[in-house]
């Protein structure tokens, strides 16, 4: 494992350094680091331009074939961009799910005139994604999802429900995982789409989260045509389609090492202001959970290098991205845990800038769930990492409508939600 830079890799980090100088103005900057959250118009504007200037500069879809619009760089540079966006506190680029998860999707799965249609536009923000999986009685257990897709003339019209969906408030188009066919087996049965958000019987109800913001969305389809050429994948092969979202879903939201928000250098900094104020027996427990916050994040900040390493040798990372997600939200937590404690009661009243603490902790709970729970990541790594013995999956071989029958939430407990995140082979390749 190496944490240095190659001389190529120094070289192309301080041209990036340069640009994000060059352009600062035109950049939304942010204090917490946190993903691009388009609360308002106004904030989804200054996010689709700030998006828009760093495409323009390079700086986005950097791995990306030249014909996509990308700049045929390599995983490893696409990773330093990543880490000095997060240096110059620029925030996640709004178009995160598109560029993370939706793109690499299209790009492996869809046709020349799709990449055509929608690939550069993603890039520079003109057209935001999101991804339409998750369902309420589907999200660990992806696999077992009712938003139906039935073939009528030239194309197909969809009913059903999705949620949880991250930007479909602002989002233009998304990839739809739907059930073609009932009698199938359940991953046998599903067809992927994009589509248009903006069409006829498309419905976005926005959900508020306990940190006060509304990134996410329940989402209702009623009779919504989409024509058949935005179809991605041949029909039934949507489960083949949804592992290369599912695969790229892993690595983007792990995090890569990175703090998520709060770093232990400024944990540590709000110590030495605190600690000297408390009593001595306090002294030594703030003392000891310093310590563990900080053991958390090098095991965090190494593992991201292990993710790293497996980047710049060519690959995409496999256990590493399951493993990295665990460590990163882990750190997370005992960081910003500690931090809201030392502020002790003006952690109630902290506005603005100093209420970071608090928002992290806020927000932590919906990251340790967000492209699979941590459950289902232990899961992961117990099974392809460890080698333990795999969950039963008794309905694996039936066809779907004989399990619907049942009825919605019969069985769950006796039959182990068949994670789909966990079925996804490439995640652990
Ligand atoms: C912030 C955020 C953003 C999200 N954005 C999107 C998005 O853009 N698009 C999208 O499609 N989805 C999105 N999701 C949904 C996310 O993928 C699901 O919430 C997640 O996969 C868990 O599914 P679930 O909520 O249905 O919980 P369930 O799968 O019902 O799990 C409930 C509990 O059971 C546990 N559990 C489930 N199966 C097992 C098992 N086999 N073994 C042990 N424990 C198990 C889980 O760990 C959890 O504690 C987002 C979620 C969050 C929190």
């Not at 995983?75 to 620029?90: F, G, K, N, T, Y």
């Not at 793109?103 to 799965?109: D, E, R, W």
């Not at 404690?341 to 608090?358: E, T």
Request: glycine share 12%; with cysteine; charged share 25%.
């Amino acid at each position: 494992m190496d944490f240095e830079d190659t001389p190529e890799e120094a070289e192309y980090r301080a041209h990036v350094r340069a640009l994000l100088e060059e352009h600062s103005a035109e950049l939304v900057h942010m204090d917490t680091g946190e993903e691009g959250a388009a609360e308002g118009p106004e904030q989804e504007l200054a996010l689709r331009r700030t998006q828009r200037v760093l495409a323009e500069a390079g700086l986005v879809g950097v791995a990306w074939a030249r014909e996509h619009g990308g700049r045929a760089g390599t995983l490893a540079q696409q990773s330093i961009v990543h880490q000095e966006l997060a240096r110059a506190r620029v925030p996640g680029l709004i178009n995160h799910i598109g560029l993370g998860m939706c793109a690499p999707t299209v790009i492996a799965h869809g046709t020349p005139a799709q990449h055509e249609k929608y690939l550069q536009r993603l890039l520079r923000a003109d057209d935001v994604w999101c991804q339409l999986f998750s369902e309420p009685a589907s999200g660990s257990d992806l696999a077992a999802l009712r938003t139906t897709a039935v073939r009528e003339g030239d194309g197909w019209v969809v009913n059903g429900q999705k949620v949880w969906t991250t930007l479909a408030h602002v989002a233009d188009f998304g990839i739809l995982l739907t059930r073609t066919d009932p009698a199938k087996p359940k991953h046998a049965g599903l067809t992927m789409f994009v589509v248009d958000m903006h069409a006829p019987g498309v419905e976005v109800r926005p959900l508020k989260q306990m940190g006060g913001q509304s990134n996410f969305n329940e989402v209702f389809f009623t009779d919504v045509h989409i024509p058949d050429t935005e179809r991605l994948g041949e029909p039934g092969e949507g489960w083949r389609v949804a592992l290369t979202t599912l695969l790229n879903e892993r690595v983007a939201v792990g995090g890569g090492g990175t703090d998520l928000g709060l770093s232990v250098e400024s944990l540590a900094r709000l110590a030495a202001e605190r600690v000297p104020g408390l009593s001595p027996e306090r002294q030594v427990l703030a003392r000891q959970a310093l310590g563990r916050a900080a053991v958390a994040a090098l095991a965090n900040r190494y593992t991201g290098y292990r993710r790293y390493t497996a980047i710049s040798q060519g690959g995409l990372p496999g256990p590493e991205a399951s493993a990295g997600k665990l460590a990163g939200t882990a750190s997370a937590k005992l960081i910003a845990d500690l931090g809201v404690r030392l502020q002790g009661d003006d952690a109630v009243f902290l506005s603005g800038a100093d209420d970071r603490w608090q928002r992290t902790m806020a927000t932590l709970p919906g990251l340790a769930i967000a492209g699979g729970t941590d459950e289902v990541l232990r899961n992961i790594v117990g099974e392809r990492v460890l080698g333990l013995p795999p969950e039963p999956r008794e309905d694996k071989h039936r066809p779907f409508n004989e399990k619907a029958a049942a009825g919605p939430g019969t069985g769950r407990a006796a039959e182990p939600a068949n994670t789909a995140r966990t079925d996804a082979p490439g995640a652990m390749a």
